[in-house]
């Protein structure tokens, strides 16, 4: 990694900083893995470890992705799955991932992870809920430390199973002391609190239907004593909503009131059937909400009013969700189809391609709790997408390269930057095989579809 590393001459730079600065024939100059400096026309001309020209391109903030199940990537399009909504869906793949092992969540997440860094994301969330044979999450931060990406790691749970009135089958539940347990070991063995830190540790029991009402309180305690996110599924669906109805007798959003999961450190999942008085929950107490449209439109769980939770002051990020549930994992293509999902219920001026770049980078940075990455600006972490304007995607509308990167999609970046690290150059990702990976990845998913 290049130590001093100047990017000159860029066709355009869009910052996304407090003025929304868009700043034509743009440098920005990388010291250390920071942005040390960026501005227009004249680049700084002292001595650079690297410097590389970038006549013809568009430079973006890394996109951050607010939501993900990694290890979902080894089933993709399963036949018993691909036509059910939530529950069912759910049902038909417990069994399937009971049989998952920790060189299956390493592999996957790798995967997972280098769909993410090819379409510009440089930052993701990951939910890991069920730990077979022993898995654990450790699996995933290790996995991540070695592909470069920035990982904000969600240690989830199911403890409520079939015999309780929960959803998930009890083979696949934990007990609760054991997951607090480890969940703590996890914050104080990786969890870095620090400006540009690599990996963050989440608390994230799965959802009201596999957890317990004591776990979430539980959990919520564990994390402000630490002082560390919270993260969990919400109002995702109706069936989602009728449960909490007649389970505990309260809405989601009142659910999660009353057990603690409101507040600027926390964010929800889907939050599609979210009502009324949600939203005014949410924006009340700056509790976030990981949007993941790809993913609601294949369950059929419904379109998020997206527009409305963010004209009332709810952070909202983006999330590509579950690969089995996507089925895709790019964030480029997920800020695409967010803004024409808005534009399909709520009319052509719902979401422009401008809001909808807010939301995959500094509204993903707010929701996820950093003030270090989303924007290109002095002191932020050196996280940048780096894109090719004589391409096809780009093709005739380079009157506004900004607004195509989300009319023209899914357009690719040829760089993508972490912390000042090239960990895909040309086109390809240069900390690990690809090939290699992608051809374990797919011997794993095999045997674990076929048992």
Not at 169 to 193: G, M, S, V, W
Not at 220 to 239: C, I, N, P, W
Not at 302 to 308: F, K, L, S, T
Request: hydrophobic fraction near 45%.
């Amino acid at each position: 990694m290049a130590k001093n590393l100047l990017l000159k001459n860029a066709d355009m730079i869009v910052t996304m900083d407090d003025q929304r600065r868009e700043l034509s024939r743009g440098w920005v100059h990388i010291r250390d893995g920071m942005i040390h400096a960026l501005g227009q026309e004249s680049p700084p001309d002292g001595p650079m470890d690297e410097t590389l020209d970038l006549a013809g391109h568009l430079v973006s903030p890394g996109l951050i992705n607010t939501h993900h199940h990694m290890f979902q990537s080894l089933t993709r399009a399963v036949p018993a799955a691909q036509n059910a909504s939530l529950f069912g869906w759910l049902q038909a793949l417990y069994p399937i991932w009971s049989r998952i092992t920790p060189e299956m969540i390493r592999v996957s997440t790798q995967t997972a992870m280098a769909e993410l860094l090819l379409s510009g994301c440089t930052t993701s969330s990951d939910h890991l809920y069920l730990f077979p044979n022993g898995a654990r999450l450790d699996d995933c931060i290790e996995a991540a430390g070695e592909i470069g990406m920035r990982f904000h790691a969600a240690r989830g749970a199911m403890s409520i199973g079939e015999s309780d009135g929960g959803l998930p089958p009890d083979f696949l539940t934990e007990q609760e002391p054991a997951i607090l347990k480890d969940t703590q070991r996890l914050i104080e063995a990786y969890h870095d609190p620090r400006p540009g830190a690599m990996v963050r540790v989440v608390v994230a029991p799965c959802s009201p239907f596999s957890v317990s009402r004591g776990l979430m309180a539980d959990s919520a305690r564990l994390a402000r004593q630490y002082g560390v996110s919270m993260h969990t599924h919400l109002a995702e669906d109706r069936d989602d909503v009728a449960y909490s109805l007649e389970r505990f007798g309260l809405t989601p959003a009142r659910y999660a009131e009353d057990l603690g999961w409101l507040g600027p450190d926390v964010w929800h999942a889907h939050c599609v059937q979210l009502d009324r008085e949600g939203v005014s929950l949410f924006a009340k107490t700056g509790t976030g909400i990981a949007h993941c449209p790809c993913s609601n439109m294949r369950l059929a769980s419904g379109i998020a009013p997206i527009g409305r939770m963010r004209k009332a002051g709810v952070p909202v990020g983006l999330g590509v969700d579950g690969s089995a549930s996507n089925d895709s994992g790019s964030l480029m293509a997920e800020m695409r189809q967010a803004m024409l999902l808005q534009r399909v219920k709520y009319g052509a001026g719902a979401m422009t391609a401008r809001q909808a770049l807010e939301i995959a980078t500094i509204g993903g940075a707010q929701v996820l709790g950093r003030n270090d990455v989303g924007r290109l600006a002095p002191g932020m972490a050196a996280d940048l997408a780096i894109f090719r304007l004589d391409g096809l995607a780009f093709a005739g509308a380079l009157h506004d390269p900004v607004a195509a990167m989300a009319f023209c999609g899914p357009v690719a970046p040829v760089h993508t930057l972490v912390n000042g690290r090239f960990v895909v150059r040309d086109g390809q990702l240069t900390t690990l095989d690809l090939g290699k990976l992608i051809a374990r990845h797919n011997q794993l998913a095999a045997e674990l579809v076929n048992g």
